[in-house]
């Protein structure tokens, strides 16, 4: 049956519409353009900018600055009514050396990737006048990735975005009145978990906006996270391509602002692009045609 179901960290509703699933506009192909040299490959390095960060000689890991940025620390700082100064970062996590898909990587190459995040956040909340760290990855064309080498892509931004803002404010409410966080109580209530180890829960939202959405969190309020723990969470969820084959998908990695914030807990949604957005979504409102109680069954099943 479908229904509204209430996110509590998103502060939103979404509908659970199972009966759409069939509609005939639900899938959409794009196909790809493979660009005949890979900027990122190893033997490559002269087609981006110098290294901000580079594991192991030869590297297996570089961060450098993003050739088409849109932010830079070259870039004038200032506010005004209606504008802010494009001061910031803007860069790119070339994940790994090897030109494969996500879910294919090692362990070293998760805990690789996760170590970096941790070294380019703790730098870059050093600069005082930035004040939030965006963190995402783009798999696939339909995911709005225009290199299939695996990256993830950083922005240091000298705001705090205003949806971010509130739901911040929202989390700092919770804990200032309930002396525990927001994370805690949904951790509490929420029941669909697949995986979870000492430090992370992987969950899929009872609210979720999208088919096989998964939710990422650390249960505790700390910001330090021990990349091994994280990357075996990932180890697991390489199950994904068991239950959905090879998907385009954002992984969306949430830092705490760069400010104290005990109200917060790291967390990453991990969101699969297998359906279209369409009008409804853009207006504001979410529908899942996949309930998360059956994609639990599935990875109940797989994972038996």
């Known amino acids: 049956m479908n229904e509204f179901r209430y996110d509590l960290l998103r502060d939103e509703w979404v509908i659970i519409a199972p009966?759409?699933?069939h509609r005939p506009d639900m899938f959409y192909e794009i196909k790809e353009k493979k660009a005949k040299t890979c900027p990122f490959c190893r033997g490559n390095e002269n087609f981006s900018e110098k290294d901000i960060l580079r594991f192991g000689n030869p590297w297996v890991l570089r961060v450098v600055p993003n050739k088409f940025r849109s932010l830079a620390i070259e870039n004038p700082y200032f506010f005004n009514d209606n504008k802010i100064g494009s001061y910031g970062a803007h860069e790119i996590v070339i994940d790994t050396y090897r030109h494969i898909k996500f879910f294919d990587f090692e362990k070293s190459e998760f805990v690789n990737l996760f170590k970096a995040l941790k070294i380019r956040y703790n730098d870059l909340r050093k600069d005082n006048k930035l004040k939030h760290f965006i963190c995402f990855k783009n798999e696939g064309i339909k995911a709005g990735a225009t290199q299939s080498h695996p990256h993830t892509q950083i922005l240091a931004l000298p705001f705090i975005p205003i949806q971010i803002e509130k739901?911040?404010?929202k989390y700092k409410a919770y804990f200032d009145n309930h002396k525990k966080t927001i994370f805690e109580e949904y951790i509490k209530k929420?029941?669909?978990?697949?995986f979870e180890n000492s430090e992370f829960i992987a969950l899929l939202p009872k609210a979720s906006k999208f088919a096989f959405e998964i939710r990422i969190i650390k249960k505790n309020n700390f910001f330090d996270f021990d990349e091994n723990n994280l990357a075996e969470v990932f180890e697991y969820l390489k199950i994904t391509k068991k239950?959905?084959?090879e998907i385009d998908f954002n992984l969306i990695f949430n830092f705490a602002p760069f400010e104290d914030a005990r109200y917060f807990h790291f967390n990453i949604e991990f969101i699969p692009r297998l359906?279209?957005?369409a009008g409804g979504e853009l207006s504001g409102i979410y529908t899942n045609?996949?309930?998360?109680e059956i994609a639990k069954k599935a990875f109940d099943d797989f994972g038996s």
């Open 289 to 292: 045609v996949v309930a998360p």
């Open 190 to 194: 929420e029941n669909l978990i697949v």
């Open 19 to 21: 009966n759409r699933l």
């Open 167 to 169: 739901n911040l404010l």
């Open 243 to 245: 239950i959905l084959g």
């Open 275 to 277: 359906f279209n957005i």
